[in-house]
């Protein structure tokens, strides 16, 4: 029983410091090569992926990095090519959704305000998928003389159910596992009806690359500066 309490006491010690010092908590972790959750700096948390996931989206994929839990669905809009615009091309517009329902950190999702976080994060992803997916591909065409005559945009909307660090390269390969996941009827412009109009043939999107996204976090220790790869949030939150 004594050695049980000299256990307990150990423990509480060591919570103690790690809400009262999270640093030196940290810190003392890294002096020995190794992270509070046991990993070596340069391992990745533990990653699930599933295709499919949304049923009411042209394509959809969760992605669990660790505690940080992600899931992004597609779906497609048609506009018509305005008058004199010189080679068109379809676009890729991205939201991001943090609230309190994945951290407290974020505010509510009824707040009206967005997190800086999702602001940023969403224009990212959107440099990066507008390179991922060939955009020139997204042009519809008239069924008499070929003629362009509208493009698809593609939506993105990722939302964050759990967050624990990390939600860059977590959106990332959601993203792009989405985007592997759509399926979209082909469209063509009708020049009697003056409408669009989509025949019975799938098709998926055009991809010109795969990207990969690595996140590290930099900490200056006694010995110099250590880099670790896949960050928790608290990590994040330490980071030099």
């Given at each position: 029983?004594?050695?049980?309490?000299?256990?307990?006491?150990?423990?509480?010690?060591?919570?103690t410091?790690h809400?009262?010092?999270?640093?030196?908590?940290?810190?003392?972790?890294?002096?020995?090569?190794?992270r509070?959750?046991?990993?070596?700096?340069?391992?990745?948390?533990?990653?699930?992926?599933?295709?499919?996931?949304?049923?009411?989206?042209?394509?959809?994929?969760?992605?669990e990095?660790?505690?940080?839990c992600v899931?992004?669905g597609?779906?497609?809009?048609?506009?018509?090519?305005?008058?004199?615009?010189?080679?068109?091309?379809?676009?890729?517009?991205?939201?991001?959704?943090?609230?309190?329902?994945?951290?407290?950190?974020?505010?509510?999702?009824?707040?009206g305000?967005?997190?800086?976080?999702?602001?940023?994060?969403?224009?990212?992803?959107?440099?990066?998928?507008?390179?991922?997916?060939?955009?020139?591909?997204l042009?519809?065409?008239?069924?008499?003389?070929?003629k362009?005559?509208?493009v698809w945009?593609?939506?993105?909307?990722v939302?964050?159910?759990?967050y624990?660090?990390?939600?860059?390269?977590?959106?990332v390969?959601?993203?792009?596992?989405?985007?592997?996941?759509?399926?979209?009827?082909?469209?063509?412009?009708?020049?009697?009806?003056g409408?669009?109009?989509?025949?019975d043939?799938?098709?998926?999107?055009?991809?010109?690359?795969?990207?990969?996204?690595v996140?590290?976090?930099?900490?200056?220790?006694?010995?110099?500066q250590?880099?670790?790869?896949?960050?928790?949030?608290?990590?994040?939150?330490?980071?030099?």
């Amino acid at each position: 029983r004594r050695a049980e309490m000299e256990v307990e006491s150990s423990d509480s010690r060591v919570h103690t410091v790690h809400t009262l010092f999270p640093e030196t908590y940290l810190q003392g972790f890294l002096a020995k090569d190794i992270r509070p959750d046991s990993r070596a700096f340069t391992s990745v948390r533990s990653t699930k992926c599933n295709s499919g996931v949304i049923k009411t989206c042209r394509g959809s994929a969760s992605v669990e990095l660790g505690g940080t839990c992600v899931v992004a669905g597609v779906t497609l809009a048609a506009h018509e090519i305005i008058a004199g615009v010189e080679h068109p091309e379809g676009k890729v517009e991205v939201t991001v959704e943090l609230g309190q329902a994945c951290s407290s950190r974020f505010p509510p999702a009824n707040s009206g305000r967005a997190p800086e976080e999702a602001t940023a994060l969403s224009s990212l992803l959107k440099r990066i998928l507008s390179r991922t997916v060939d955009c020139s591909a997204l042009v519809i065409r008239d069924d008499e003389g070929n003629k362009e005559r509208a493009v698809w945009s593609v939506l993105v909307n990722v939302v964050c159910l759990n967050y624990d660090g990390n939600l860059l390269d977590a959106s990332v390969l959601a993203c792009v596992r989405a985007l592997r996941d759509v399926k979209h009827l082909k469209g063509t412009f009708s020049v009697r009806e003056g409408n669009l109009v989509v025949k019975d043939v799938w098709e998926t999107l055009q991809m010109v690359e795969a990207p990969v996204s690595v996140t590290h976090a930099v900490f200056e220790t006694s010995s110099g500066q250590a880099m670790v790869v896949d960050p928790t949030a608290e990590e994040q939150d330490l980071a030099a």
